[in-house]
């Protein structure tokens, strides 16, 4: 596609519920990344894949976090048990990488309301 | 890890005047610093970037410097308008290793008529 495409845009969900967020990048784009930004806030990073590479997990906050990313492409971000801390708003990008190109164009994200 | 510090946290300017928005990174084998902007409601999107073989890079009305022996780098934005009105993000990578950008934590423009 033209973009980063990410859904749903919005998601309200019940404390303790889980929730999926799905990513679809930049057709062709090897690396794709997951941030989160809370109110007002800078921009956390959570987890990050690379071609074929193991992902980087580093930004996870915790154990209810997971993503996986299929075939390469689409990825989705699942969180279980969700807290009322978990509300934020979900950014996905992804980036070329190949000849240099690492700048990141980002998804216009999901907004999670935990409630 | 990478660390990047951001100042000032908010910055208000007249329209016309200069804008300087200052980062500072720890890893000296950082070599990619992009610049996001960030509308109110809106995704971040890259407006410049400079990598480590560089000393300044120069796009109409804003540019960057980077000094790498004291790893820091700047966004200079001329002759501002309201428009240029928003959240602003200095980030650095080392792509040697990983594309994964450490993002500062931000600040927010605002340009007063």
């Known amino acids: 596609g033209a973009g980063v495409s990410q859904s749903p845009s919005n998601k309200v969900t019940e404390k303790g519920k889980d929730v999926e967020l799905r990513c679809d990048p930049i057709?062709?784009?090897?690396?794709l990344y997951w941030y989160r930004q809370s109110l007002g806030q800078g921009l956390e990073f959570l987890i990050y894949f690379q071609g074929n590479s193991a992902p980087d997990k580093s930004g996870l906050p915790s154990d209810r976090f997971s993503a996986e990313r299929t075939g390469g492409s689409v990825s989705t971000l699942t969180i279980q048990r969700t807290q009322q801390e978990d509300s934020a708003v979900y950014l996905c990008?992804?980036?070329?990488?190949?000849?240099?190109?690492?700048?990141?164009?980002f998804g216009s994200g999901t907004r999670l309301t935990v409630v | 890890g990478e660390n990047v510090e951001q100042h000032p946290s908010t910055l208000s300017v007249q329209e016309g005047d200069s804008a300087v928005i200052k980062c500072t990174y720890s890893d000296s084998a950082s070599n990619y610093f992009p610049w996001y902007k960030q509308e109110l409601g809106k995704r971040p999107q890259l407006i410049i970037d400079i990598r480590s073989n560089v000393g300044e890079k120069k796009d109409q009305r804003i540019a960057v410097t980077l000094n790498k022996t004291a790893k820091h780098f700047s966004l200079h934005i001329t002759e501002t308008q309201p428009e240029d009105s928003a959240v602003y993000f200095c980030a650095a990578s080392n792509t040697g290793t990983a594309s994964k950008l450490t993002f500062g934590t931000g600040t927010r423009l605002q340009v007063t008529l």
């Open positions: 057709s062709g784009h090897t690396a």
């Open positions: 990008a992804s980036s070329l990488v190949a000849r240099g190109d690492y700048g990141y164009t």
